[in-house]
């Protein structure tokens, strides 16, 4: 691990903690073969084969519950590609160019759910899956019905890390995936956690004809309470 890789802030991991009872991995998902169709290599073709077989029959002897719990929070995208993407960019030095590659980073939509051999074979310099592939099957193991709450609790929990100030882009994912994949209309309102920020919240809206959007706005001290 790099040095100066940052730390998973709480609520992302939690996110995905939230995940592993609901899913396996993500690799051995029985979709994602058919999903792809013809755009992969018959080498990746070969071992998402072998990921769906492994979790078929750990479902069929009863070890999957386990396997779940054994399931390890991968990056897709890696620390030092977030950073080259930065320092490519063109990011001067006083706009924290670390910190914005730490968004990228740990962004929503940049981790996944691998089995602890699948998650091996990802880190290693003979990893045979694309990382568009890994994309497409989180994004298969975010639009499961069970998947809905996870995604409105990381929402809520990301006010209370970030005080008066929402985590942007995260929040803009996860109610991204909310709206494609669970028919998200209604608005959710954000409200700090903190009683000194009460007077603002954030309201996250979902238009039918455009992606969601957020919009801050204060309410009174009764608008507020829970």
Known sequence: MADDRPPMPSPLESALS????LSGCVLGNPELL?????N??????AHLRQEREKHRAQAADGTAPVMQLLLEIAHIRDW????????????????????????????????TLLCPDSHKLYDSQHNPFDARTVEIATD?????????????????????????????INVGAAAGLLQRHHAQADPITVRPWQKKHRDLCTAVHFPADGGPF??????????TQT
């Open 18 to 21: 939230a995940m592993k009872p």
């Open 34 to 38: 058919s999903l792809l169709g013809d």
């Open 40 to 45: 992969i290599s018959d080498r990746e073709t």
């Open 80 to 111: 030092a590609d977030a950073k080259r993407v930065v320092r490519d960019e063109g990011w001067p030095e006083s706009m924290a160019p670390l910190d914005v590659a730490a968004q990228r980073f740990h962004r929503l939509l940049n981790v």
């Open 140 to 168: 298969l193991m975010w639009s499961q019905p069970e998947a809905a709450h996870p995604l409105r609790k990381f929402i809520d929990s990301l006010e209370g890390r970030f005080g008066h100030q929402p985590d942007v």
């Open 214 to 223: 957020l919009r801050r706005r204060s309410v009174s001290a009764r608008q």
